[in-house]
């Protein structure tokens, strides 16, 4: 079974700062792995996805198969950066759509 | 577009009753999913379905159920409520089940038992 562990539960860092949020994760087979965002009263939303290897708002997230990890990272957070985030990974084939998520860190970026 | 619409927003309901909550996906996409969100548990799977079918189920007990209808709209049922079945239910949608695709989600709803 797949698992997703997020270590830190709150994150605080201050604006300009850079920040590194943890992603680790257990799976023998080959996974996609997703972060996904939840602003103050908003509903959950895409930030990245690996296989994109894309740049969303200044973060990126490089999966490191020999660490299982997919940390998130930007290197000056802005205040509008405050807010949860999820990791998440889907096994692929018979799984699907479904993900698996970690339990997410509250980020707060403070002026 | 419109989102993922998820109805009603708020419900309480007290234990041994069941509840139905319902899902519209965004027009054009046939993958649905529910997941249950808790302070303890975070964010757990539920079930997927794609094409009116059940795709993919996640550990939870029979009570919890779900189908889909032609146009894709979703429903999720538990019966027999108990207390710790209080949680965010979300729902999400997806042009096509697999990964890879993008997980657009609603709003939730906010079940509570008393």
């Known amino acids: 079974a797949q698992r997703v562990t997020q270590p830190e539960k709150l994150l605080s860092v201050f604006k300009g700062a850079p920040v590194e949020l943890k992603c680790n994760y257990s799976y023998s087979g080959s996974p996609e792995l997703f972060w996904y965002v939840q602003y103050s009263r908003q509903r959950l939303q895409l930030l990245l996805r690996h296989i994109s290897r894309e740049s969303i708002k200044g973060f990126t997230a490089d999966l490191n198969k020999g660490e299982t990890s997919f940390h998130l990272k930007k290197p000056f957070a802005q205040e509008e950066d405050s807010a949860m985030y999820y990791c998440a990974l889907n096994a692929g084939g018979t799984s699907y759509g479904k993900l698996t998520f970690g339990q997410g860190t509250i980020l707060t970026v403070h002026p | 577009k419109a989102g993922v619409t998820q109805t009603p927003r708020y419900l309480i309901k007290t234990r041994g009753q069941q509840v139905t909550l319902s899902c519209s996906p965004i027009s054009g996409h046939r993958s649905v999913s529910w997941y249950q969100q808790t302070p303890g548990q975070g964010l757990q799977f539920l079930f997927e379905?794609?094409?009116?079918?059940?795709?993919n189920k996640g550990n939870f007990p029979g009570r919890f159920s779900g189908r889909q209808f032609s146009n894709s709209r979703s429903e999720m049922n538990v019966s027999t409520l108990e207390l710790g079945d209080s949680a965010l239910y979300l729902c999400?949608?997806?042009?096509?089940?697999?990964?890879?695709?993008?997980?657009?989600f609603g709003q939730g709803t906010r079940l509570t038992v008393v």
């Open positions: 379905y794609f094409s009116e079918t059940q795709r």
């Open positions: 999400a949608s997806s042009v096509q089940p697999g990964g890879g695709t993008e997980a657009f």
